[in-house]
C-alpha cells in the first residue's frame, strides 16, 4: 500500500527527497507521517502532515526538513537539506488510510536507507 523510494548516500551538509505512494482501494488519507530507525534504535517520529497541510517535527529537524504531500496523486515527501550524520538510519513512511470499502488501518512503507557520511 505504501511504496518510499529516494534514500541514499550523501555527504555531510547535502540534500535528498525521500518520496512515497499510496496504492490500492483508497478512499482518504488522513495523517501522513516519516518515522526513522537507526542501528540499535527505536523507531522515532520525523515529521507529520494532516490532510489539510498542517506540520510537525521532531526538533532535531527542525529548520531542515520538510514534509510535503500530494493529496490527488495520494504521495508525501520529505525534503531534508543539511543532513548531518546523526539522521544515517532507515526512514519508513507511513498514513492512516481509509478504504473505499469503510475500513481505516494504518500502514508502513517498506523503509529506505539514508546514509550520511562527514
Known amino acids: 500500500q505504501l511504496q518510499a523510494s529516494g534514500g541514499g548516500l550523501v555527504q555531510a551538509r547535502g540534500s535528498l527527497r525521500l518520496s512515497c505512494a499510496a496504492s490500492?482501494?483508497?478512499?482518504?488519507?488522513?495523517?501522513m507521517r516519516w518515522y526513522r530507525q537507526a542501528p540499535g534504535k527505536q523507531r522515532d517520529l520525523v515529521a507529520t502532515?494532516?490532510?489539510?497541510?498542517?506540520?510537525d517535527y521532531a526538533d532535531s529537524v527542525k529548520g531542515r526538513f520538510t514534509i510535503s504531500r500530494d493529496n490527488a496523486k495520494n504521495t508525501v515527501t520529505l525534503q531534508m537539506n543539511n543532513l548531518k550524520p546523526e539522521d544515517t538510519a532507515v526512514y519508513y513512511c507511513?498514513?492512516?488510510?481509509?478504504?473505499?470499502?469503510?475500513?481505516?488501518?494504518?500502514?508502513w512503507g517498506q523503509g529506505t536507507q539514508v546514509t550520511v557520511s562527514s
Open positions: 507511513n498514513a492512516d488510510i481509509n478504504s473505499r470499502s469503510g475500513y481505516s488501518r494504518n500502514y
Open positions: 490500492g482501494s483508497i478512499f482518504k488519507i488522513n495523517d
Open positions: 502532515i494532516t490532510r489539510n497541510g498542517p506540520t
